[in-house]
C-alpha cells in the first residue's frame, strides 16, 4: 500500500473511533477536532492554502492529507467537488477525506491524487 493511501485509511480508522453530531456543520468541526487533539495528532485546523483556493477544515503537514467536513447544510455536490479539486491541485496535498453527512460521492482520485468518503453517521451504526 502506498503511504498516501495508508495515511488516508489511518485517518478514517481514527474517525471512526467517536461518534459526531454532524446536524451542525461547525460543531462538527470542532468534535473532530477535539477527537484529534485527545489522540495528540500533529493536524493544523483552517488551513489557508491561499486566495482562490481556500481554507481546509483540517491538514495533516507530516502527510499531506486534508480533512473537508460538510455535515447538514445547503450545498451543492458540484461546489463540493470543486472545493475538493481545488485542495487536490495544491502540491502540498497529497490525498482528501471528505467527512460528509449526506450521500456525496467523489471519484477515487482527483488531480492524480487518492480521494475517500467518510460517511460521519457510519460511527454511529457500529
Not at 461547525?26 to 485527545?38: D, G, L, N, P, T
Amino acid at each position: 500500500m502506498v503511504p498516501t493511501e495508508r495515511a488516508l485509511d489511518l485517518v478514517m480508522q481514527v474517525l471512526s473511533r467517536r461518534t459526531f453530531d454532524y446536524s451542525d456543520e461547525k460543531r462538527c468541526q470542532v468534535e473532530i477536532a477535539e477527537h484529534f487533539e485527545s489522540l495528540s495528532l500533529n493536524v493544523e485546523r483552517e488551513h489557508n492554502f491561499g486566495t482562490g483556493i481556500g481554507v481546509c477544515d483540517f491538514f495533516f503537514p507530516q502527510s499531506g492529507i486534508v480533512v473537508e467536513t460538510k455535515a447538514y447544510k445547503s450545498w451543492s455536490k458540484k461546489q463540493v467537488y470543486r472545493q475538493c479539486e481545488r485542495y487536490c491541485k495544491q502540491p502540498s496535498v497529497t490525498g482528501l477525506i471528505l467527512a460528509t453527512g449526506k450521500a456525496q460521492g467523489l471519484p477515487a482520485f482527483i488531480h492524480g491524487k487518492p480521494v475517500r468518503v467518510y460517511q460521519l453517521g457510519r460511527s454511529a451504526l457500529q
